[in-house]
C-alpha cells in the first residue's frame, strides 16, 4: 500500500512540478510575442508570486491545507492553459 504525502510535501511536490513545467526563465522578449492571448507575462508573475508565497510559508513552519494545495493546482492549470495557447509550454 502506497502512503499519501503529508500536505507540506504535496505542495512542495506540486512547487517543484511547476517551476520545472513553467518557463520562468524565459526572456521576456520570448514571453510578449505580437499576438498574445491573454497575458502570459502576468500569468507566469502570478503564479510565481503564489509559489514564492507558499515556499517561504512552509519554511517558515506553516502547513498549507488541502483546499489551499487545490486551489493552487487548479489556478496552475488554467495558467497552464493560458501559457499552451500562446506556445509557450507543449
Same mark, same amino acid.
Given at each position: 500500500?502506497? /502512503?499519501?504525502? #503529508?500536505?507540506? +510535501?504535496?505542495? *512542495? &511536490?506540486?512547487? +517543484?512540478?511547476?517551476? %520545472?513545467?513553467?518557463?520562468? +526563465?524565459?526572456?521576456? %522578449? ?12 502576468? *500569468?507566469?508573475? !502570478?503564479? #510565481? ?9 512552509? &519554511? &517558515?513552519?506553516?502547513?498549507?491545507? *488541502?483546499?489551499?494545495?487545490?486551489? !493552487?493546482? /487548479?489556478?496552475?492549470? &488554467?495558467?497552464?492553459?493560458?501559457? /499552451?495557447?500562446?506556445? *509557450?509550454?507543449?
Amino acid at each position: 500500500m502506497i /502512503k499519501k504525502p #503529508d500536505c507540506n +510535501t504535496a505542495m *512542495l &511536490n506540486l512547487i +517543484t512540478s511547476v517551476r %520545472a513545467d513553467f518557463p520562468f +526563465t524565459v526572456p521576456e %522578449a520570448n514571453i510578449c510575442g505580437i499576438s498574445c492571448i491573454g497575458c502570459p507575462k502576468k *500569468l507566469l508573475e !502570478l503564479v #510565481d508570486t503564489e509559489l514564492c508565497e507558499w515556499e517561504v510559508k512552509i &519554511n &517558515n513552519g506553516d502547513t498549507p491545507k *488541502l483546499g489551499e494545495i487545490s486551489r !493552487l493546482a /487548479k489556478l496552475c492549470k &488554467n495558467v497552464r492553459r493560458g501559457l /499552451k495557447r500562446n506556445n *509557450l509550454v507543449n
